[in-house]
T-cell receptor, first 112, second 113 residues
Framework: DSGVTQTPKHLITATGQRVTLRCSPR?????VYWYQQSLDQGLQFLIQ???????AKGNILERFSAQQFPDLHSELNLSSLELGDSALYFC???????????FGSGTQLSVL | QKEVEQDPGPLSVPEGAIVSLNCTYS??????FMWYRQYSRKGPELLMY????GNKEDGRFTAQVDKSSKYISLFIRDSQPSDSATYLC?????????????FGTGTSLTVIP
């Protein structure tokens, strides 16, 4: 168990809908990262937050947004969903100086 | 050119073989080097972590970093069927506030009993 908690584990929704994925980092970790992994694809970095502030942005679509709250949990919002958004979404948090990354078990999103 | 290059395989070996997995990178500022193991549809699990150059051993696993060649390796001795997974290398610059981790695309390994 990495200590990073993601909910829900599975999400099935329809095209055009909006969903929210939630992540609680490991105790004491200030940085939260979001990744997307499509079937048989590598990890695609979406966005990083450090102590409530956005720090780095990757290949995140404009339909997607995220935030990190004062208690350090983070939410990834996906709107106007398309079939191609079906993927595993991982949250990860980093420790101390940010030298290691610990992943949650992921949210499997299926857009039908 | 990608920041991190990793041969996707797939790699198939008999049980008991020594496995060598490799990544090359282009950014000389990378100081943190990691290997992750990912079982199908599960979250990546941190397997090995190395700071700067050198070797690190943990049981059947050895991680090597050669910064002069910008090349990192993971060796698995006495490979087991339970080692069958995708292995991802990752690396990062030093930063007090985080910054992006750069991942390889992963090498798929199958250990045949």
């Amino acid at each position: 168990d990495s200590g990073v908690t993601q909910t829900p584990k599975h999400l099935i929704t329809a095209t055009g809908q909006r969903v929210t994925l939630r992540c609680s980092p490991r105790s004491g970790d200030l940085s939260v990262y979001w990744y997307q992994q499509s079937l048989d694809q590598g990890l695609q970095f979406l966005i990083q937050y450090y102590n409530g502030e956005e720090r780095a942005k990757g290949n995140i679509l404009e339909r997607f947004s995220a935030q990190q709250f004062p208690d350090l949990h983070s939410e990834l919002n996906l709107s106007s969903l398309e079939l191609g958004d079906s993927a595993l979404y991982f949250c990860a948090s980093s420790s101390g100086q940010g030298e290691k990354l610990f992943f949650g078990s992921g949210t499997q999103l299926s857009v039908l | 050119q990608k920041e991190v290059e990793q041969d996707p395989g797939p790699l198939s070996v008999p049980e008991g073989a020594i496995v060598s997995l490799n990544c090359t990178y282009s950014n000389s500022a990378f100081q943190y080097f990691m290997w992750y193991r990912q079982y199908s549809r599960k979250g990546p699990e941190l397997l090995m972590y190395t700071y700067s150059s050198g070797n690190k051993e943990d049981g059947r696993f050895t991680a090597q970093v050669d910064k002069s060649s910008k090349y990192i390796s993971l060796f698995i001795r006495d490979s087991q069927p339970s080692d069958s997974a995708t292995y991802l290398c990752a690396m990062k610059e030093i930063s007090n506030t985080g910054n992006q981790f750069y991942f390889g695309t992963g090498t798929s390994l199958t250990v045949i009993p």
